[in-house]
């Protein structure tokens, strides 16, 4: 058996926009008059944007759900476009696997519109042949749809496909699933309350460099299997 699919997360694991997120999070917040609670940006961090326009609603924003949820995403857009680089040695990771047959696929619980312009930003979308967000599978990542999505998209089963993530509860979704799992640190995702990353992924590394390493130049089939599974 080889991987023929690795899905990558976006914020915190290919784009180093989670302190854009924590950022923007309080600045709507700020922007709104809202009494926004310690902690805010990690309780968001595993929402989807209606979820989270759902939580703004319940601190007393103003407007429909569909209006804040309109707002976020302009906030949102802006930070991707003016604010987010990528994680270190990520373009070259994706580069590597397009070049070598694995499919890449990008699945998000942001707006996929900011995304892809901080992907395109950023050089990594010629390299990117799938992107998907939770509101268009109409799950968060508490649940594997995302994922299946894309290894469905390939036709591919779980067993065939690796996703890389920064969050603890998407890493035991994927994993449970029946994914292969990367776990990339990320300072904002580590904060997460009892996350105990060795336990939730195959494999936990602080960036790519070491995995970039280890697979250039690229050795024989099965090679970013073994890797995964160190």
């Known amino acids: 058996m080889k991987i023929t699919c690795a899905i990558f997360d976006a914020d915190g694991t290919l ?3 989670m302190p854009m997120w924590k950022a923007i999070t309080y600045e709507y917040a700020q922007d709104r008059g809202l009494d926004a609670p310690p902690g805010l ?5 595993r929402l989807s944007m209606e979820q989270c326009a759902a939580a703004y609603k319940e601190l007393g924003a103003p407007g429909s759900l569909e209006e804040i949820r309109k707002e976020l995403s302009q ?3 802006n930070g ?3 604010r987010v680089k990528e994680k270190p040695h990520a373009t070259a990771l994706l580069k590597l696997l397009h070049e070598n047959g694995v499919h890449v696929a990008v699945a998000t619980a942001s707006n996929p519109v900011g995304v892809r312009t901080a992907l395109e930003a950023n050089g990594m979308t010629p390299y990117v042949e799938y992107l998907v967000s939770c509101t268009e599978v109409g ?3 508490d649940s594997p749809a995302v994922f299946l999505n ?3 998209h390939f036709g591919a089963v779980p067993a065939e496909c690796v996703v890389f ?3 603890a509860y998407a890493l035991r979704t994927a994993r449970g699933a029946g994914f292969l799992t990367v776990g990339i640190r990320d300072e904002i995702s580590a904060e997460e309350p009892g996350a105990d990353f060795s336990q939730l992924c195959h494999r936990y ?8 390493a280890e697979l250039t130049p690229p050795e024989e089939e099965g090679s970013l299997l073994r890797a995964v599974r160190k």
């Open 205 to 212: 590394l602080p960036d790519y460099a070491q995995l970039l």
């Open 80 to 82: 991707y476009r003016d």
């Open 41 to 45: 940006h990690r309780t968001l961090n």
């Open 165 to 167: 993530e920064d969050s």
């Open 75 to 77: 906030y949102a857009l």
């Open 150 to 152: 894309c290894a469905e």
């Open 139 to 141: 799950q968060g990542k």
């Open 15 to 17: 784009l180093d926009s």
